[in-house]
Structures are given as C-alpha cells and as structure tokens.
C-alpha cells in the first residue's frame, strides 16, 4: 500500500499525501500551488467519477469560432482581409487537440461546498490509484473508530454518546449492526440506571 500518490501530466502535478490524522493535497496548476489539509473527520468514506473541462479552454474556443464566423460575414469587405478567417481557423484546429489533452479523467472525494480532494484515475496507472485510495479510506475508518468508537459508558450523558454514534454511523466508520449493537447497550446502561432511581 502506498502513503504518497504524485501524479503528473502536462502542466498539472498533484501531491496526495496520507498522514495519521489527515491527508495533504498538493496540485500544482501553471505553477500555481494550491494547498489543503483536510482532517479525517471531514473525509467522507467514498469517491465518486468526474471528468474536469478547463472553462478557459472553452471560451478561447468559442472566442475563435466567433471570430472565424464574423471573418467570414465581412471577408467581401474591401477594407477587409478576406483570407484572415483562414489564420484564425488554423488557431482553432490547433486549439482543439489542446482543450481534448486538458480534460482530466478524475476521482474526486467532496470535502464541502468548493472544496474536494482530486486524483488523476490512470495516472501512474489504476492500481496504484486505487490502492493510494484503499488506503485513505481504510486509515480514515480506523482512526475515526479508535478516536470516537468507545465502550458506552453512565459516565458521558445519554445524549452525547448517542449523538457521537449516529456520527459515526452516518460517515460509515461503523456498521449498521455496530451501531444497533452500542444502542442497545446505552440503552440497557440509562434505563437500568432511571429505574434504580425510580426505586428508590
């Protein structure tokens, strides 16, 4: 299994790194670095497909199919050069196979609003991406359990520690049987105790 996941293609480089607490993100973009940590707690337990399109590629596309049509509507103008729609139309051609190359094929884990962890699939190959994710996941899981999964206990209220389960149970740190399991047990622990106070 591996800690670290560097990715390169073209102009884009992404550093994942797994830590005991946290995973560290690193994407250089044009050698622009953006930079997040983010806690295990604010991980959920899945990815999801996603296919990234450069906005900026699209409108210098749309920018020059603009000009070659407007090229075309006045190239009988005298005062206008009536083969420039052509230089333009050859900018196009080469821009194409540049804005196809720009498309990532990604895994992305939603952090919050704006905010995700990318991977590149394939990149150095599947396995490896896979594995890198694996990994994350399974630490995740373990840390939020060896943090926050306890013994129920009469000493924490009733209320917290089923709160702190539901939290668990909602971020798929522990099953569904784990969870009814706990419940139960902080169940029998609080009504044992109310009707001792009842008794007495």
């Given at each position: ?131 890198f994710f694996e ?9 939020l359990r060896q943090?926050?999964?306890?013994p129920v206990t ?47």
């Amino acid at each position: 299994m591996i800690k670290e996941l560097i990715q390169k293609k073209g102009y884009i480089k992404r550093e994942l790194k797994i830590f005991e607490t946290k995973v560290h993100c690193k994407t250089t973009l044009f050698g622009v670095v953006s930079d997040i940590v983010v806690p295990f707690e604010n991980i959920p337990n899945q990815k999801e497909s996603f296919v990234l399109h450069r906005r900026s590629m699209l409108v210098i596309l749309g920018l020059l199919a603009f000009l070659i049509l407007v090229c075309l509507i006045y190239k009988d103008d005298k005062e206008f050069d009536p083969n420039i729609w052509m230089f333009f139309l050859i900018i196009f051609l080469l821009a194409i196979p540049v804005y196809f190359y720009s498309v990532e094929n990604l895994w992305r884990v939603r952090i919050g609003f704006n905010v995700n962890i990318f991977a590149f699939k394939k990149i150095p190959n599947i396995n490896e991406v896979d594995e890198f994710f694996e990994l994350l996941f399974t630490t995740r899981n373990n840390y939020l359990r060896q943090t926050y999964f306890l013994p129920v206990t009469k000493n924490l209220t009733y209320d917290s520690q089923k709160s702190n389960l539901q939290w668990l149970r909602k971020n798929e740190a522990i099953s569904g049987v784990e969870f009814e399991k706990s419940i139960e047990e902080l169940n029998k622990i609080f009504l044992s105790e109310n009707n001792k106070i009842g008794f007495n």
